[in-house]
């Protein structure tokens, strides 16, 4: 089973400055990633997929790059509403999977 | 714009069987060739996907889960299912629905609002 591992846990930036985000795969998944942001008390929001490709409506100042085990989301400048938590999600269709990893949670330095 | 709503127990005792509906608005399960899907998220943990059901009827599931999970479909009612047996307290978790945004079923672009269910005598 393909296991994906975030860094660091928690991040602090503040307010105005870029955040970057890891996520690694035990094995390569491609580009077959996605990123999600989550505010409290609600359901996730879709950022990015295929690593690379920003969702509908999704703010410029996220982008997202990678590919085989190695993927970064970076928030290039931080506005208020930004420090919340992020997912990625590796997906595949051959056996059909979807995995989170555990999370980051950017906080207000 | 399509909308997903869960409905069902808030409470669920252990070693029962949980059992959610998904109501799809704004669009109908049929007329389009995605995946409807759950997920589920424990209190203060992570996201797990459990599994994803095609409008045709085809399902596939979690390996972790797949032994009690059941994933359905009634399109008559434009809704669909989850069926979680044998649950514990391990169970107890915000429980969402979603779609994909474009018919890959890889990735979740529209979710439910979630509802929590707590597993507990």
């Known amino acids: 089973e393909i296991v994906m591992t975030q860094s660091p846990a928690t991040l602090s930036v503040s307010p105005g400055e870029r955040a970057t985000l890891s996520c690694r795969a035990s094995q390569s998944v491609g580009s077959n990633l996605a990123w999600y942001q989550q505010k409290p008390g609600q359901a996730p929001r879709l950022l990015i997929y295929d690593a690379s490709t920003r969702a509908t409506g999704i703010p410029a100042r996220f982008s997202g790059i990678g590919s085989g085990t190695e993927f970064t989301l970076t928030i290039s400048s931080l506005q208020s509403e930004d420090f919340v938590v992020y997912y990625c999600q590796r997906y595949s269709n051959w056996p059909p999977s979807r995995t989170f990893g555990q999370g980051t949670k950017v906080e207000i330095k | 714009q399509v909308q997903l709503q869960e409905s069902g127990p808030g409470l669920v005792k252990p070693s029962q069987t949980l059992s959610l509906t998904c109501t799809v608005s704004g669009g109908s399960i049929s007329s389009g060739d995605y995946y409807w899907s759950w997920i589920r998220q424990p209190p203060g943990e992570g996201l797990e996907w459990i599994g994803s059901?095609?409008?045709?009827?085809?399902?596939y599931y979690n390996p972790s889960l797949k032994s009690r999970v059941t994933i359905s479909v009634d399109t008559s009612k434009n809704q669909f299912s989850l069926k979680v047996t044998s649950v514990t307290a391990a169970d107890t978790a915000v429980y969402y629905c979603?779609?994909?945004?474009?018919?890959?079923?890889?990735?979740?672009?529209?979710w439910g609002q979630g509802t929590l269910v707590t597993v507990s005598s």
């Open positions: 979603a779609r994909d945004p474009h018919g890959s079923g890889s990735y979740f672009g529209y």
């Open positions: 059901i095609y409008y045709s009827g085809s399902t």
